[in-house]
C-alpha cells in the first residue's frame, strides 16, 4: 500500500499480537510467566504476527478512508491497536453495520478524550470487544467498555498538537482540499504530508497582537491558526491582499467566514477569532453528526488533556506513514 509503512509500529504491534496470543498487553510480564504458560503462548506467535500484520494493514486503510492520513494526526494510538485488533479477526471485508461503528467508535473516542482518563484494565475491555466479539456480528449496536453517546469535549482553548481533541479538529478541517493565495488546489493528503513533516509549524497564526477575554488567551486558539500556504508570507498579509474575485473560495476553504475576514479587515483581532471559532465548531458539529458522536454540551473553549504519554503523533518511531 503506497506511503503506509508499518512495521514502525513496536509498541501497537506488540499490543495486538499480544491481544492475538489471548494475553493482556498491559500486564503480561515475561519473565514471571511459568514456563507452561509460556509454551502455550509461543505456539500462538506465528499466527499472531501474521494475523497483526493484516489487521495493521486494513486498519490504515480504514484510517486514510477518514482522513487520518499519517501518525500526526491519530488522535490516539490504542485507536490503531483497536481498529487492528477487530480486522484481524475479521474475515472477509467488515459489513455496513460494522463499518458505521468503528467510525463511530473511533470519532467518539476522539473528540471526548476518552483514553486519556482511563486505566489500562478499562481500555483492555474495548480492546478485548473489538477483537473477539464485534468482528462476528453484522450488525453491532456498541463496544463494551464505553459509552458512545458521551458528549464531546468543547473546542479546545490552545492550539497544541499534542492534545487528541486537537488532532480531531484538525482532521475534520482536513477533509476538503485548502486553496492557497494563487487560489491553486492543496489536497488533503498533502495538507497532511506537511502536518507530518512540519507538525505545529504546519499552521501558523493569523494575529499577534489579540487581546484577553477574561482568563482566555485567544491568541494561543486554533481559530487563530490556518494552515500554512502563504510561501512566507504572513498569513493575514495574505488573507487581506485577496482580490474579491478570488476571496470567497479561499477563505471559504480556510473557514474563514465574512464576518471574521470583516474583523480583520477592521483590526478586531478578538472578534477575527471569536468569529472563526464560531465557524470551526459548527464544521466540528457536522462533522460529529456525520460519525454519530453527540456535540458538546458547551458552546465555550475549554482546555484540552495534553497527551504526553501517547506515542502515536509525539515519537518518530511510531508511525502509520512512509518515508
Known amino acids: 500500500m503506497t506511503g503506509v509503512q508499518t512495521c514502525a509500529l513496536p509498541i501497537s ?20 510467566l511459568a514456563k507452561d504458560t509460556q509454551t502455550s503462548a509461543s505456539a500462538k506467535l506465528p499466527r499472531a504476527i501474521e494475523a497483526a500484520k493484516d489487521g495493521l494493514l486494513r486498519a490504515v486503510e480504514f484510517l486514510r478512508e477518514e482522513g487520518i492520513w499519517n501518525r500526526r494526526l491519530l488522535p490516539y494510538s490504542m485507536q490503531l491497536v483497536g481498529l487492528a485488533g477487530f480486522f484481524s479477526t475479521r474475515i472477509g471485508p467488515a459489513s455496513e453495520g460494522q463499518k458505521r461503528l468503528l467510525r463511530r467508535w473511533l470519532w467518539a473516542t476522539a473528540f471526548t478524550e476518552v483514553f486519556g482518563g482511563l486505566n489500562p484494565s478499562r481500555i483492555l475491555v474495548q480492546l478485548t470487544d473489538l477483537y473477539k466479539n464485534i468482528p462476528h456480528q453484522q450488525e453491532p449496536e456498541g463496544v463494551e467498555g464505553i459509552d458512545l453517546d458521551l458528549s464531546a469535549h468543547p473546542f479546545p482553548e490552545r492550539h497544541d498538537m499534542r492534545s487528541a ?35 505545529p509549524d504546519s499552521l501558523v497564526k493569523v494575529c499577534f497582537n489579540v487581546p484577553k477575554i477574561g482568563k482566555t488567551s485567544l491568541s494561543s486558539s486554533p481559530a487563530n491558526r490556518v494552515f500554512d500556504v502563504g510561501e512566507g508570507t504572513p ?9 474579491p474575485l478570488m ?15 470583516q474583523a480583520l479587515i477592521d483590526g ?13 465548531m459548527a464544521l466540528e458539529r457536522a462533522f460529529m453528526a456525520e460519525k454519530g ?30 518515508e
Open 13 to 32: 504491534v506488540l499490543y495486538i499480537i499480544l491481544l492475538g496470543m489471548d494475553l493482556d498487553p498491559f500486564r503480561t510480564e515475561w519473565d514471571q
Open 165 to 199: 481533541r486537537v488532532r480531531a479538529l484538525l482532521c475534520a478541517m482536513l477533509r476538503r482540499p485548502v486553496l492557497n493565495p494563487r487560489s491553486e488546489e492543496i489536497k488533503p493528503e498533502r495538507m497532511a504530508q506537511d502536518v507530518l513533516e512540519r507538525g
Open 235 to 243: 498569513a493575514k498579509k495574505w488573507i487581506l491582499a485577496l482580490g
Open 247 to 261: 476571496r470567497v473560495e479561499i477563505l471559504r476553504s480556510h473557514h474563514i467566514s465574512d464576518g471574521a475576514l
Open 268 to 280: 478586531d483581532h478578538a472578534r477575527f477569532v471569536t468569529e472563526r471559532s464560531q465557524t470551526l
Open 293 to 322: 458522536v453527540s456535540p458538546p454540551i458547551s458552546n465555550q473553549a475549554a482546555a484540552s488533556a495534553i497527551d504526553v504519554e501517547d506515542q502515536a503523533p509525539l515519537s518518530e518511531t511510531a508511525s502509520i506513514d512512509g
